[in-house]
């Protein structure tokens, strides 16, 4: 079958041209992947083609880059998969990393975010004559997230990665749940605290980008949302993120819909006078474009079956943790 991509080209050396896209048509089986077609392409059609890859079987990791729009490992997103209609397939490098040339990015930014969350086992103790043991269970429940595999999908994906250069990212903080969740690992405590900082784990906005873009099924996301409920059981609730989630689930408990003009108040607090003129131009614009929340907030019809969930969710909360 033929296949066209329409690939973003980079040059350092290129002055000209910051990038541009370039396209190149030739024909490939109907098993082939995307990084079938463009090592094709670099071996026949265009050699300066730069691309990294090596496994070819979806377990190095080293050929994330994005088709679509979207991040996906090249060598097992399918030809026919990403171009159902016959249309073009948009190649990209990732995004949220510097690129080197064309298709290749430093990665010197996802493993430095890597290094920050010290991913690797703290126990505590005497050391045992044999290996540290865990649960078989416990170990069960890592497995999902130790099947990670380093690609940066998710980071290349990360919305709140692209506005903020300091969030420590999906790939990191999935890989500090790996050592939070560990029953060995005895700087849990500590690693909750770095990671309720500002960058942290409060900063993902949960737009599941990095869920949608994970092959190996980790659901980045997930885990740091399991970070947010383990932070909160730990004592760390003074946050701005904390105090948001409480607000967010008092409300809803209470009326059954959520109350957005009590919310921010109580995320940063009532006598924040500096945060709360914050809001003012915000408030200011809503009003402006009838958008403003009402001031008094009414319960749904027939809240008291919101509060009888909230109560259920609860009582299995509170058997599950004896």
Not at 104 to 132: C, H, I, N
Not at 158 to 185: G, H, M, Q, W
Not at 194 to 202: A, H, R, T, V
């Amino acid at each position: 079958m033929e296949v066209t991509l329409s690939v973003r080209r980079y040059n350092p050396d290129d002055k000209e041209r910051p990038s541009w896209w370039q396209d190149y048509t030739v024909d490939v089986e109907r098993t082939a992947s995307v990084l079938d077609a463009l090592i094709k392409v670099r071996e026949e059609v265009d050699g300066s083609l730069s691309l990294r890859c090596s496994c070819r079987s979806a377990i190095c990791g080293s050929c994330a880059m994005r088709v679509n729009g979207h991040a996906h490992l090249a060598c097992n997103t399918k030809i026919i998969e990403a171009s159902q209609d016959g249309s073009k397939i948009r190649v990209e490098p990732m995004g949220n990393a510097a690129v080197v040339k064309d298709l290749v990015v430093d990665m010197k930014m996802f493993w430095d975010k890597v290094r920050q969350v010290s991913p690797w086992l703290q126990p505590a103790g005497p050391e045992p004559a044999g290996e540290y043991t865990a649960p078989n269970e416990a170990m069960l429940h890592l497995a999902g997230v130790m099947s990670c595999i380093m690609c940066g999908a998710c980071v290349s994906d990360c919305t709140s990665l692209e506005v903020d250069k300091n969030f420590i990212a999906p790939a990191a903080l999935a890989k500090a749940y790996r050592f939070v969740a560990d029953p060995r690992d005895a700087q849990t405590v500590e690693r909750l605290r770095m990671l309720n900082e500002y960058s942290g784990i409060w900063d993902c906005t949960r737009c599941y980008e990095c869920v949608q873009a994970c092959p190996k099924g980790v659901a980045p996301m997930d885990r740091i949302m399991a970070m947010r409920d383990k932070a909160m059981e730990a004592g760390f609730t003074k946050t701005y993120g904390a105090r948001h989630t409480d607000a967010f689930v008092d409300s809803i408990e209470h009326s059954g819909w959520l109350d957005e003009l009590r919310l921010p108040i109580k995320t940063v607090g009532m006598f924040n006078l500096p945060k709360l003129m914050g809001f003012g131009p915000v408030g200011l614009r809503a009003l402006m474009r009838g958008k403003m929340p009402p001031i008094f907030h009414t319960p749904v019809p027939n809240v008291k079956n919101v509060r009888r969930l909230f109560k259920k969710v609860r009582a299995t909360q509170g058997r599950e943790q004896k």
